[in-house]
């Protein structure tokens, strides 16, 4: 009897300790963890199925945020368009009253213009040979004449009105107009031949155009 225990127990010995017994029990292992991380997924699945359903209020929340945010875009920009409009508005606003300042004199100018001329032509009129000292008042009064003539254009350059004369210059229709065009002899065709009226500028602005004669080819 005791021979035939000794007998049973090496027998469970030997199959428990079976090469294939131990060769099976890592696929075993293995089946068995693949069982469970599949269980942890499936759960982390429903949760995040979960998270990404939103209730009724959480989605009229995000409707009126996304609504929120547009408008307020809309605003922004409106915003920015006003500022832009009303610092356009304001450097125009500026840069006509800075014309004004300057352009402002331009009729009392033109007005002032004709009495340079009447001067002009009272001096040029006056014959040089009778000035002399045997004929004193026209000497005094020619001298005052030029003096008067050259403090005009005094005031005239100080206010920024200047003269134009432009003889032997090159025919610019912005500051001449050109009253007839001739050919001459030794002169450039195109080139101004012979100012009958001079013209003024005020602040780079023509004021009035010098009246010429312009040469052409022959």
Same mark, same amino acid.
């Given at each position: 009897?005791?021979?035939?225990?000794?007998?049973?127990?090496?027998?469970?010995?030997?199959?428990?300790?079976?090469?294939?017994?131990?060769?099976?029990?890592?696929?075993?292992?293995?089946?068995?963890a693949?069982?469970?991380?599949? !269980?942890?997924?499936?759960? =982390?699945? *429903?949760?995040?199925?979960?998270? /990404?359903? $939103?209730?009724?209020?959480?989605?009229?929340?995000t409707?009126?945020?996304?609504?929120?945010?547009?408008?307020?875009?809309?605003?922004?920009?409106?915003?920015?368009?006003?500022?832009?409009?009303?610092?356009?508005?304001?450097?125009?606003?500026?840069?006509l009253?800075?014309?004004?300042?300057?352009?402002?004199?331009?009729?009392?100018?033109k007005?002032?213009?004709?009495?340079a001329?009447?001067?002009?032509?009272?001096?040029?009129?006056?014959?040089?040979?009778?000035?002399?000292p045997?004929?004193?008042?026209?000497?005094?009064?020619?001298? !005052?004449?030029?003096?008067? =003539?050259? *403090?005009i254009?005094?005031?005239? /350059?100080? $206010?920024?009105?200047?003269?134009?004369?432009?003889?032997g210059?090159?025919?610019?229709?912005?500051?001449?107009?050109?009253?007839?065009?001739?050919p001459?002899e030794?002169?450039?065709?195109?080139?101004?031949?012979?100012?009958?009226?001079?013209?003024?500028?005020?602040?780079?602005?023509?004021?009035?155009?010098?009246?010429?004669?312009?040469?052409?080819?022959?």
């Amino acid at each position: 009897m005791a021979s035939w225990c000794v007998r049973v127990v090496r027998q469970s010995y030997s199959v428990v300790a079976s090469p294939v017994v131990l060769r099976a029990s890592p696929r075993l292992l293995c089946t068995a963890a693949q069982k469970k991380s599949n !269980g942890q997924n499936s759960e =982390e699945d *429903q949760s995040v199925a979960q998270k /990404t359903e $939103h209730s009724p209020g959480e989605t009229a929340w995000t409707e009126e945020k996304t609504k929120l945010e547009e408008q307020l875009k809309e605003m922004t920009d409106k915003y920015k368009r006003a500022l832009a409009d009303t610092e356009n508005l304001r450097q125009r606003s500026q840069k006509l009253v800075e014309e004004a300042k300057l352009y402002g004199i331009q009729g009392f100018c033109k007005d002032l213009l004709e009495v340079a001329d009447v001067l002009e032509k009272a001096t040029e009129s006056v014959p040089k040979e009778e000035i002399s000292p045997q004929n004193p008042h026209l000497k005094n009064l020619y001298e !005052g004449l030029v003096l008067t =003539e050259v *403090q005009i254009h005094k005031v005239f /350059t100080k $206010h920024g009105l200047i003269k134009l004369n432009p003889t032997g210059a090159k025919f610019d229709p912005y500051e001449h107009e050109a009253l007839f065009h001739s050919p001459v002899e030794g002169k450039e065709p195109g080139t101004v031949a012979l100012v009958t009226k001079v013209g003024y500028k005020l602040h780079g602005r023509t004021l009035r155009p010098a009246l010429v004669g312009v040469v052409k080819a022959p």
